[in-house]
């Protein structure tokens, strides 16, 4: 039975922005396999021509079992087209992430939809009519759930090979606390505060603990320094828990391997049990990603330092999910390619390589 193409495009739009892949290649897949039908077709069930075992195999993943929980995603369930659309956007965003690590470079349409149907390929002339076919709905659709999921979906980017020295959630996270800015600092209110530029990576650590541990009434001290915006207490704690000597210069190296190691490590032990694929609980593990970055908001929206020196959430609770599951599938795909469990958590962060 045919699906009605609006209501399909829109369901898309979302699950493809909280996991940050292509809204346009899922409804093209659709097409091009089902001609977006909820029936059983050669290829398989419902819109994306799933095989009962591979669904199976798919819904028993760790990665999907708390949405298998929430939305009735059962093995007997494989023909209904929504829990298709949220299994698929989950399957597209690992094939991404695996995509990437074995060719080093961006890629295509064509090259994902051939690394996920290696026994049915298709041509790129195919999959452009396809594309082509299903950009009206899915430009509606955008339109119609708004510019905040079309700025999680124009994010992808990062999935692509696009990621700097932080990786996905390091990146989204410098962004948003310091504009990706190594020497940004302010002095006890949130932003950059005024006073001329500082060169933070040319200052040693033990210099820059003596300048943030002038008086809060000093005009000249220094409170939250660097890409991720380490304050006082959180500069101590980091420095004595990785060794970090008072003569090492506080240079980019080091500002990734304290987010790394530390801020979203060792420190954050709940959302990076979730990255690995220890637990399953995405609000809990968002939860304390805010904790530790005022900017990044809690489940639901909302700084957890509200009413603190300025502080408020600067991305939205969908952007911040998205970041978090996105990690989450690059971390499998780096342990598929036979890392260990510490190797592929330094490898999300390029910086460190």
Do not use: C
């Amino acid at each position: 039975m045919a699906i009605d193409p609006d209501e399909f495009a829109e369901f898309v739009v979302r699950r493809a922005a909280l996991r940050r892949v292509w809204p346009e290649y899922l409804a093209a897949v659709a097409r091009v396999r089902s001609d977006i039908s909820d029936t059983e077709t050669p290829k398989g069930f419902g819109p994306f021509g799933l095989k009962q075992e591979r669904w199976d195999a798919e819904i028993k993943d760790p990665e999907l079992s708390q949405i298998a929980a929430m939305e009735a995603v059962l093995p007997g369930q494989i023909k209904r087209w929504r829990q298709q659309v949220t299994v698929f956007a989950v399957m597209t965003g690992k094939a991404q992430a695996a995509l990437v690590l074995k060719s080093g470079k961006d890629f295509s349409f064509i090259e994902l939809y051939n690394a996920q149907w290696p026994d049915e390929q298709i041509t790129s002339a195919d999959l452009d009519k396809a594309l082509k076919a299903v950009e009206p709905s899915i430009t509606n659709a955008l339109a119609k759930v708004g510019s905040d999921v079309q700025a999680t979906i124009d994010s992808t980017l990062v999935l692509a090979g696009g990621d700097g020295a932080g990786g996905i959630l390091g990146e989204m996270v410098g962004k948003i606390e310091s504009k990706g800015d190594y020497n940004a600092f302010n002095r006890g209110t949130a932003g950059v505060s005024p006073g001329g530029p500082i060169n933070l990576v040319g200052m040693t650590i033990g210099a820059i603990k003596v300048e943030q541990g002038k008086a809060q009434n000093d005009p000249s001290r220094l409170f939250a320094v660097g890409k991720y915006q380490i304050v006082p207490g959180t500069m101590k704690e980091t420095v004595e828990k990785l060794g970090v000597q008072d003569n090492e210069l506080y240079a980019p190296g080091l500002q990734e391997k304290m987010f790394r190691k530390y801020l979203v490590g060792d420190k954050r032990k709940v959302l990076k049990s979730y990255i690995m694929g220890r637990h399953n609980d995405l609000d809990l593990a968002q939860i304390d990603l805010a904790n530790e970055f005022a900017s990044v908001p809690k489940p639901g929206g909302g700084s957890a330092h509200a009413g603190s020196g300025g502080n408020a959430a600067l991305i939205t609770s969908d952007k911040a999910r998205a970041a978090i599951n996105a990690e989450r599938d690059r971390f499998k795909a780096l342990r598929d390619t036979g890392k260990s469990e510490d190797a592929a958590w330094l490898a999300l962060s390029p910086g460190l390589a």
